[in-house]
């Protein structure tokens, strides 16, 4: 009974240490959807725009510069313009925010579709996070993706 009882508070404890990215991705779901099918002209799809997104050359960074900054300015997603403003999520902890990057890009199986995905570290976040960019500052890192 008591060795059933540690082992219960021992994993419980484990769970506790370990951001929950799909808990996590409520804070997101209210723009980009639970789905992450977004809200076309508004806000823009998640759910395999990230793949295209971990296609480009220094995708994987920008994915951590927006989490932490925000973006601001317009953009083109799957031929769909958006010309809004993503919140910063640097209040986060880096964990959380690993967390919530491999939810996203697994949650819609995106992580199939780029070759060798790994998964999002506590490390690559803080590595990033001292950079303190502003909103417009990540859109000029997402214009040298190549992307739209
Ligand atoms: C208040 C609404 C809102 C919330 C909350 C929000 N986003 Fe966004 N997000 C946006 C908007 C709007 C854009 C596009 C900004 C623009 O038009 O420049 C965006 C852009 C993005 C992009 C970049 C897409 C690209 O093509 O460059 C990613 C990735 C992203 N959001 C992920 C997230 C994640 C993960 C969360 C939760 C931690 C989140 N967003 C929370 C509104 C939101």
Redesign the pocket.
Known sequence: MKRTLMAFLLLGGLALAQADGAK??A??A???QANGQGIPG???P?AG??A??LGKQGGRE??IK??LW??????E?KGMK??????A?NG?KDEE?AA??N??ATAWGDDKKVQGFKPFTTAEVKALRDKKLT?QQV?EE?KKLG?K
């Open positions: 996590l991705y804070q997101c209210g723009c980009h508004a806000f823009p998640l725009h990230v295209e997104i920008y994915l927006v989490i925000g973006l601001q300015g317009q953009i997603v958006y010309n809004g403003a993503m919140p999520f986060l925010i919530i990057l939810h996203i909103p859109l997402r992307l």
